[in-house]
């Protein structure tokens, strides 16, 4: 089942973020640590890295812009011989509303529109590993 790359929190208080540049295009074939996107919060542009293997089937959001959702998707990921054609148009009508308004996700809460971590850990980017390992030293 493709995958849905979804906005990421990049600080504990980032709600929305500018899909400022894709380093990828459909077609390209990602593996985990590749880097996709730049994307700008209201502080600094971080890079947004690959989890997963696959190759990038349809790109949701274009790059410049503003106002993306933590947690909106904008991108699908396809593993080998996947098939998009299902999962396309759940996503498509998810990014186009920009954000979910409801969702029987678990951890899901419709009073804030935000999906809690559970106590994993979110995915960080590069700089903020260099920072916090710059603050510890």
Request: proline fraction near 6%; hydrophobic fraction near 35%; charge should be negative.
């Amino acid at each position: 089942m493709p995958t849905e790359l979804k906005m990421p929190a990049l600080s504990p208080t980032m709600e929305e973020g500018t899909l400022a540049k894709w380093l990828v295009k459909e077609g390209d074939e990602v593996k985990s640590g590749d880097i996709l996107a730049e994307i700008e919060t209201d502080k600094a542009t971080m890079e947004f890295e690959a989890v997963d293997e696959g190759k990038i089937a349809k790109i949701l959001v274009p790059e410049g812009t503003d106002g993306v959702k933590v947690g909106a998707p904008i991108a699908i990921l396809a593993g080998e011989g996947e098939d998009i054609s299902a999962a396309a148009p759940k996503a498509e009508g998810a990014a186009g509303k920009g954000a979910r308004e409801s969702s029987d996700e678990p951890g899901f809460h419709r009073k804030c529109g935000k999906v809690a971590n559970h106590g994993r850990e979110a995915p960080r980017s590069r700089a903020l590993t260099w920072m916090r390992t710059r603050r510890e030293s």
